[in-house]
């Protein structure tokens, strides 16, 4: 009888493993380090002449069980390879929340015409949990 009840308690702790994400496993990757996910942004428009302010939508989502701090950062990478910081906020998330974020970007005047790319991605201290990037066209 012992035995039993003693697999079955081992059972159900390797099934609870198995169903969680690996990512917010600790050790795997989440967990002690934390675990977001930042979904694709999306910009006001998706042609914008140098000079403009166009304004980039993104949201990221804290996959960690507890409350945490991530650094999200917003770029812009010309296609000169000219990359311009647009924003960059240190945000708590309590476990499993989703924040929705926005900034204006002023397109430099002098950016290169051709295909911009702009990303957003969280960190946790220096390590890079998620980014993910969308394009804008200019003229």
Known sequence: ???KLIITFLAL???AL???PLSA???NGGGGSGCAV???PRLSTTEAS????IGVFGKV???AGGKKRYTITATAMSSCGEETMIASSLISFSGGETKGLSVAFPIPPDTCPGVMTVTMSAYAGETMLSSE???LTVP
């Open 1 to 3: 009888m012992r035995n």
């Open 18 to 20: 198995v169903s969680m």
């Open 61 to 63: 989502t804290n996959c």
């Open 50 to 53: 140098p000079g403009t302010n």
């Open 133 to 135: 990037s969308t394009v």
């Open 38 to 40: 930042v979904y694709t």
């Open 13 to 15: 702790g390797c099934l």
């Open 25 to 27: 496993q600790k050790g």
